[in-house]
């Protein structure tokens, strides 16, 4: 029992400090270690296997839209990177160069990729010439550098893991259909599968992604009420193919530049996970992302017999495709309770000699602590059941959480009162001016998160929250990591 209470103790509560909380879980949890590389992380085995879970699902999901992976160089020709101005100066503050090649000084700079859109124009250049070579429907898995003054594990490093997907299309119309298509992807990807409901939404002129026409965004709100960018489809039109001359020959014959796309999605979705479903017991992780589903922990282990049936029972759970785990460490059972929650895992089942001579086993629900008795019996399908429950339960109360935490502002001093006393989203009319948008970012310390694809047009007669002229947009706000 002290043990337990030890292991309790470790992790801050989220009410008292969540920064601290966040830290605790990460440590705890042995997600991520510390390097001797200054605002880089290592991931652990347990957090590694939770990026492998979102990479599989997700791949498999590009996949199914005809989206076939690639790998390209890590490295960037400063001559390449500056074909595209306002690319370049977007990027410029956080990019890492390389100037010098074992002992000899390199001609020309290069830069380690914090994005890849020019590797691929560059590649497209080569390889695009004719409507038949249309549309390239490109990914690749990698790691990007991205000189960060502050970081923080999962959310903020300055080398980090993601996908970035970029494809090429002889229309504009099929580059905005992409475009709209995958965002969706990220956004059922995150509901169906981490259980973290999402708002999708356009980005503002302001903060679309440097030389694209459009920016798409999908927007979950953590435990704290901060939100986090979770994915983004880009719609470059024909800008970057112009400054890279990617061009094809159409079917009717004239030479015309291809449209381009770009969406990403990075290991911070690990800590999404940790800070929508988390508590102060440490991680939870949704069954469907979780390496872990089930853990076995056999009661009075020594008693003959006990543990076989442990063993057995975990042979069957695998055999039906549940992801199980056996404790058959030395530990109190106190302890290995405690453990399993802190590490998240979604169900544990327990068994001793009286459930042995029942023919019954305990489940007892991560989400919600609930015990219940259970035959042997077919438990293949009574596990199952269990983790569709605790995966459906995760994404409602996730959901509710977020739409309690939305709240309106049709005046200035609301919107200030809400910004300051409120941690959540705000809703509020915007007239679409960069200058109002600047000001109620440095007055109330918000960002416009994203103009939503559903109620993002203005009502009847709305003005703009912060100078009263007729509305655009009804946008949403918010404090952000």
């Not at 966040?22 to 590694?48: F, H, N, Q, R």
């Not at 119309?173 to 992807?185: K, P």
Request: charged share 30%; hydrophobic share 35%; aromatic share 10%.
């Amino acid at each position: 029992m002290a043990d337990e209470k030890k292991m309790v103790e470790a992790i801050t509560s989220r009410d008292v400090d969540f920064a601290q909380w966040y830290t605790d879980v990460v440590k705890k949890a042995e997600l991520t270690g510390y390097t001797s590389v200054k605002g880089c992380m290592v991931i652990k085995p347990a957090g590694y296997a939770i990026w492998e879970n979102i990479r599989n699902e997700l791949d498999r999901r590009f996949k199914e839209t005809g989206v076939e992976n690639v790998y390209l160089p890590m490295f960037i020709p400063e001559s390449l990177l500056e074909k595209e101005k306002d690319h370049v100066e977007g990027f410029a503050p956080e990019v890492a160069w390389v100037t010098q090649g074992g002992l000899t000084p390199l001609q020309e700079k290069m830069c380690v990729r914090p994005t890849s859109e020019t590797l691929f124009c560059d590649l497209y250049s080569k390889d695009i010439h004719s409507y038949r070579d249309l549309p390239r429907l490109y990914n690749q898995w990698c790691s990007v550098v991205r000189w960060e003054k502050t970081t923080r594990p999962f959310l903020r490093s300055r080398e980090f893991l993601w996908q970035e997907g970029h494809t090429a299309h002889a229309t504009a119309e099929e580059a905005a259909a992409r475009t709209e298509q995958m965002l969706n992807v990220y956004a059922d990807f995150c509901e169906e599968v981490l259980a973290i409901p999402v708002v999708r939404g356009r980005k503002t002129e302001k903060e679309k992604f440097a030389g694209a026409e459009a920016t798409y965004t999908i927007e979950a709100l953590m435990h704290d009420g901060k939100a986090l960018q979770s994915g983004t489809s880009h719609n470059f039109g024909d800008g970057f193919a112009k400054a890279f001359g990617v061009q094809f020959t159409d079917r009717d014959n004239q030479v015309k530049y291809v449209h381009q796309t770009s969406w990403g999605m990075t290991t911070r979705m690990i800590g999404a996970i940790i800070m929508v479903h988390g508590d102060d017991s440490g991680l939870v992780l949704p069954p469907r992302i979780a390496p872990i589903q089930a853990v076995v922990i056999p009661i009075q282990m020594r008693k003959e017999g006990v543990l076989a049936e442990a063993e057995k029972l975990c042979r069957k759970l695998k055999d039906a495709g549940i992801r199980v785990k056996l404790d058959d460490t030395d530990k109190s059972p106190g302890w290995k309770f405690a453990e399993q929650e802190m590490r998240g895992f979604p169900m544990r089942i327990e068994m001793g000699p009286r459930d042995i001579a029942s023919g019954t086993v305990v489940f007892v629900r991560r989400d919600t602590g609930e015990k219940t008795v259970v035959s042997v019996e077919n438990i293949e399908d009574a596990v199952r059941n269990m983790l569709d429950e605790i995966q459906r339960n995760l994404f409602e109360k996730a959901k509710a959480f977020r739409d309690s935490h939305i709240y309106e502002a049709d005046d200035y001093e609301t919107f200030r009162r809400i910004a300051d006393e409120q941690p959540g989203f705000i809703r509020a009319h915007w007239c679409g001016e960069t200058s109002c948008e600047e000001k109620i970012k440095e007055d109330l310390a918000v960002t416009s998160r994203c103009i939503p694809l559903k109620g993002g047009e203005p009502e009847e007669g709305a003005v703009c929250v912060c100078c009263g002229k007729k509305a655009k947009y009804r946008v949403l706000w918010g404090k952000a990591y």
